[in-house]
């Protein structure tokens, strides 16, 4: 991609992604304009823009869900250049079609594009949801998993953080409100060099707010029982044993070893998941029984990753 369009392509999803109410209408209509009439992007792809943004938020923290998905698009980016995806097909599709199917008995089943589910080829015990529905385990954490019940707690726990918007709530205000101020006091003209310089500063900004939080931070504790919550009631809805998650969390405190990287920096302690889990939502446990075809499927695709 070339320098200009690739600024461009920055620049689009920003102006999308820093404005609120009026104010993004406007600069994302100028910015769309200007692009389109230097041939710089397709008529089609510039009115499809244009269109997204027409159902803009009422607040600067509400976003459509055509803003998280370019957000969560560049998000996945980020992360795919620091871990490469395992490229095994009955791995992936399993993961996807048990994925679609949480998603569906999610409270969010709709999102912009859909979900999309990749085993990364990593060690670390780790997984990634960004806030346009990617949605990455890593083969660590799969070996974490006993069962299918285990693999579907995993999968439900990070679209919990997606239908919680956990991931867009990592992003500093400020830079929005910056953002903000100069788009609305140049409002009335195109956008200059330095103006466009900032946009494009800023949505990478945004960008590096979620995947510093995803990859180095973590989530606060809260957000993270929040998200074992919703992961409860989805497999619920679904027939799974609850308890999948507490085995798969019995598992990974044994495999986990402290001071590595992923869910050991950036997760709560899976004990404290545990006992979080069993106060709150009342389980008792039991060992998982998990049917001979479910068993089956399981280790027929991931059993041995
Ligand atoms: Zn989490």
Same mark, same amino acid.
């Given at each position: 991609?070339?320098?200009?369009?690739?600024?461009?392509?920055? +620049? +689009?999803?920003?102006?999308?992604?820093?404005?609120?109410?009026? /104010?993004?209408?406007?600069? /994302?209509?100028?910015? /769309? /304009?200007?692009?389109?009439?230097?041939?710089?992007?397709?008529?089609?792809?510039?009115? #499809?823009?244009?269109?997204?943004?027409?159902?803009?938020?009422?607040?600067?923290?509400?976003?459509?869900?055509?803003?998280?998905?370019?957000?969560?698009?560049?998000?996945? $980016?980020?992360?795919?250049?620091?871990?490469?995806?395992?490229?095994?097909?009955? #791995?992936?599709?399993?993961?996807?079609?048990?994925?679609?199917?949480?998603?569906?008995?999610?409270?969010?089943?709709?999102?912009?594009?859909?979900?999309?589910?990749?085993?990364?080829?990593?060690?670390?015990?780790? $997984?990634? #949801?960004?806030?346009?529905?990617?949605?990455?385990?890593?083969?660590?954490?799969? !070996?974490?998993? =006993?069962?299918?019940?285990?693999?579907? #707690?995993?999968?439900?726990?990070?679209?919990?953080?997606?239908? +919680?918007?956990?991931?867009?709530?990592?992003?500093?205000?400020?830079?929005?409100?910056? $953002?903000?101020?100069?788009?609305?006091?140049?409002? $009335?003209?195109?956008?200059?060099?330095?103006?466009?310089?900032?946009?494009?500063?800023?949505?990478?900004?945004?960008?590096?707010?979620?995947?510093?939080?995803?990859?180095?931070?973590?989530?606060?504790?809260?957000?993270?029982?929040?998200?074992?919550?919703?992961?409860?009631?989805?497999? =619920? =809805?679904?027939?799974?044993?609850?308890?999948?998650?507490?085995?798969?969390?019995?598992?990974?405190?044994?495999?986990?070893?402290?001071?590595?990287?992923?869910?050991?920096?950036?997760?709560?302690?899976?004990?404290?998941?545990?006992?979080?889990?069993?106060?709150?939502?009342?389980?008792?446990?039991?060992?998982? =029984?998990?049917?001979?075809? !479910?068993?089956?499927?399981?280790?027929?695709?991931?059993?041995?990753?």
């Amino acid at each position: 991609m070339k320098r200009d369009s690739l600024i461009l392509f920055l +620049l +689009l999803p920003a102006s999308l992604v820093i404005c609120g109410c009026q /104010t993004m209408l406007t600069a /994302t209509e100028k910015v /769309t /304009t200007q692009a389109e009439s230097i041939g710089m992007i397709h008529p089609s792809y510039a009115q #499809a823009i244009k269109k997204s943004t027409g159902a803009v938020s009422k607040s600067i923290e509400e976003f459509t869900p055509e803003q998280e998905y370019y957000i969560g698009r560049s998000v996945a $980016a980020v992360i795919l250049t620091k871990y490469q995806p395992y490229t095994n097909q009955p #791995a992936n599709q399993y993961l996807n079609l048990l994925g679609q199917t949480l998603a569906q008995a999610s409270d969010m089943p709709e999102i912009f594009r859909g979900y999309r589910f990749l085993v990364l080829n990593s060690d670390e015990i780790n $997984a990634f #949801a960004t806030p346009g529905g990617q949605i990455f385990v890593t083969r660590g954490l799969l !070996r974490c998993c =006993r069962n299918e019940d285990a693999v579907a #707690a995993v999968l439900a726990h990070e679209i919990g953080h997606i239908q +919680l918007k956990h991931g867009i709530q990592a992003i500093k205000k400020a830079r929005i409100t910056d $953002a903000l101020t100069t788009i609305a006091a140049e409002s $009335a003209r195109a956008l200059a060099p330095n103006e466009v310089a900032m946009l494009t500063e800023t949505f990478g900004g945004a960008i590096m707010d979620i995947t510093t939080t995803l990859i180095n931070n973590g989530y606060s504790r809260s957000f993270e029982y929040e998200a074992d919550n919703a992961a409860q009631t989805i497999l =619920r =809805r679904l027939g799974y044993d609850p308890n999948g998650l507490v085995e798969m969390l019995m598992v990974m405190g044994k495999n986990l070893k402290s001071g590595e990287s992923g869910f050991a920096k950036t997760h709560p302690a899976p004990q404290d998941r545990i006992d979080e889990i069993q106060q709150k939502l009342g389980i008792k446990y039991s060992r998982v =029984r998990t049917p001979d075809a !479910r068993q089956a499927r399981f280790t027929k695709a991931v059993g041995k990753i």
